[in-house]
């Protein structure tokens, strides 16, 4: 039977930016109303399990609660850490059971802890964070339609309507981790802040992504040359220059950028971040660089499939699987 997993961090866009910047609110209803969409999508193209993960805010388990839904349910129970260590706890337990089509909904971040754990599933890759470049703006109900003719697929079908995705692979003293979108190397700050990056402190940004209609790290990089989703390479920015402009670092925050330089970087061609600084991965300040260290980098596409959702319904509609 096909099976479909719903990820849903409950904490994804309700962090400090909402103060900070103009970032909107992710309220769990909303976060309950789309796992309810995607669940009844799913459902409606005949996929036959859904697993969901119980947390403290029982989002999933209130979203579905009064569905007349034919699949099966299925609720996985973890230790709660209130940590990027759930989502990937959530995640393990959905492979170990068989269940490696994912609907996520977060942001970059939620992702990253997704794909940390796991790169060889299927995703769909919902927004609910603050600076989302990953993730798509999507309907619910679509995604839970992708998500179910996704897992019914063969390997040779599935090839033809999605796309690994681009990850940084990073490695720093004993430690190993990866980012999605941006590395980012920053000056006078420390590991754990959460406000928007102060445009003085960035020096350097490895990007997979440099995108000019983006929010965040990836545009500074994209109004100089743009790299895209598809693009087998990625942008290495140097912050400096003689001529600033503008760039949206947060949702409907805009501060003033300079940068010297603008290099594409190859698939496995190594990236040095030399400390002292403070290693931020996908908007989350995680790691001090000693100043007698560095952190090693390298951007290949090896993480997880993404369902192309335009050509995925149109391939549904050819063969027969939704339509008359």
């Known amino acids: 039977m096909s099976k479909v997993g719903i990820c849903v961090n409950p904490m994804s866009g309700r962090d400090v930016r909402r103060l900070a910047a103009r970032a909107s609110n992710m309220t769990h209803e909303m976060k309950r109303d789309m796992v309810a969409r995607i669940a009844v999508g799913a459902d409606a193209v005949g996929v036959g399990e859904i697993y969901i993960a119980q947390e403290p805010f029982n989002i999933s388990n209130r979203a579905i609660e009064h569905l007349n839904l034919k699949a099966q349910i299925h609720t996985v129970k973890i230790p709660i850490t209130h ?13 170990k059971a068989g ?33 989302n470049v990953f993730p798509q703006l999507l309907e619910a109900t679509t995604a839970g339609m992708v998500a179910a003719i996704a897992a019914g697929l063969g390997k040779t079908d599935k090839d033809l309507l999605c796309q690994r995705c681009k990850v940084i692979d990073i490695h720093m003293d004993a430690v190993s981790d990866i980012t999605l979108i941006d590395a980012v190397l920053l000056k006078n700050d420390h590991v ?8 003085k402190c960035i020096d350097r940004i490895l990007l997979t992504r440099a995108e000019p209609d983006a929010i965040g790290m990836s545009p500074i990089g994209g109004y ?24 949206p670092l947060s949702p409907g925050l805009f501060d003033s ?24 991965l996908d908007g989350d300040r995680d790691y001090r660089i000693a ?10 596409r090896t993480g997880p499939e993404i369902m192309d959702v335009r050509a995925t319904m149109q391939y549904a509609v050819e063969k027969g699987i939704i339509g008359a």
């Open 83 to 95: 940590s990027a260590l759930d989502t990937e706890k959530i995640i393990e337990s959905f492979v």
């Open 99 to 131: 269940c490696t089509t994912i609907v996520s909904i977060g942001g970059d971040g939620t992702n990253r802890a997704i794909i940390r754990k796991c790169r060889d599933i299927t995703l769909v890759p919902l927004s609910t964070g603050t600076n």
């Open 192 to 199: 754990g802040n959460l406000l928007p990056f102060d445009a």
């Open 224 to 247: 100089k040359r743009r790299v895209e989703a598809g693009d087998d390479s990625g942008l290495l920015v140097q912050m400096g220059g003689e001529n600033p402009f503008s760039v």
């Open 257 to 280: 950028v300079s940068v010297s330089e603008t290099q594409l970087i190859a698939f496995d061609q190594e990236v040095i971040f030399a400390g002292p600084g403070v290693l931020a």
């Open 291 to 300: 100043a007698n260290s560095s952190a090693r980098m390298k951007i290949s």
